[in-house]
């Protein structure tokens, strides 16, 4: 397929890089995307949270995490002691990939190749916040950050060095409790969530 858009330009602030992403058509998933969805947070955030991509409600806002799977991100970031407005939060992916059903969009995983097209902006916002510690969101966001497949039941919760050699470390996507089918399943699907988010906290105390 041929390249939508030239790469984009050296940028050395995240405005500057935010602007530039309004644009973006690196891969045609703007195509059937409102917007955009850049990451949040403090310039210079010591931790940093990636997650797969936009869902609907982000789409619609234009802000990473205030949807469904969003309050529940909150409330374990909450539990586990962490301020999200001292946390920079984005995606790995930064449009909403869906597919039309009647009068809903419903959620389709982005491949291979979409994430690799995105991990441009991914990159420019790792340099430009250069966080002290990495939390990847899930199985998409592990791909973009560590470049390979991921199991997150084998991985979780345990450091990692990604390539550009800063510390990741690997939970599940708050998303992933939503689809669980018994209160049972998502009330321990919370409890490892926080617990990952606990220590990820824990690891970024040290690293001071």
């Given amino acids: 397929m041929a390249e939508l858009e030239l ?3 050296e940028l050395t602030t995240l405005a500057a890089l935010r602007d530039e992403a309004r644009g973006c058509q690196r891969c045609p998933l703007y195509q059937n995307a409102t917007q ?5 947070g403090p310039d210079h955030a010591p931790l940093m949270l990636v ?8 789409d619609l806002q ?16 909450a539990d586990a002691g ?35 097209r995105c991990k441009w902006w991914l990159d420019g916002e790792l340099t430009l916040v250069n966080p002290k510690l990495v939390v990847a969101l899930g199985a998409t966001a592990a791909l973009a950050l560590t470049g390979r497949a991921v199991s997150i039941g084998r991985e979780r919760d ?13 939970t599940t996507h708050p998303s992933a ?3 669980m089918r018994s209160d049972a399943e998502r009330e321990e699907g919370m409890k490892l969530l926080v617990r990952d988010l606990t220590n990820a906290a824990a690891r970024l105390a040290a690293k001071k």
């Fill in 177 to 179: 409790l939503l689809r």
């Fill in 7 to 9: 790469e984009p330009r």
């Fill in 158 to 170: 345990h450091p990692i060095t990604l390539p550009d050699g800063r510390t990741a470390v690997i």
């Fill in 51 to 58: 997650g797969e991509q936009p869902g609907d409600q982000e």
């Fill in 82 to 116: 962490i301020d999200r407005k001292r946390v920079y939060v984005t995606n790995a992916v930064k449009h909403f990939k869906n597919e039309p059903r009647g009068k809903r969009r419903l959620h389709k995983r982005p491949n291979a190749y979409e994430v690799g």
């Fill in 62 to 77: 234009g802000h990473p995490f205030v949807g469904p799977a969003g309050k529940v991100l909150d409330r374990a970031m």
């Fill in 36 to 40: 955009t969805v850049f990451g949040e």
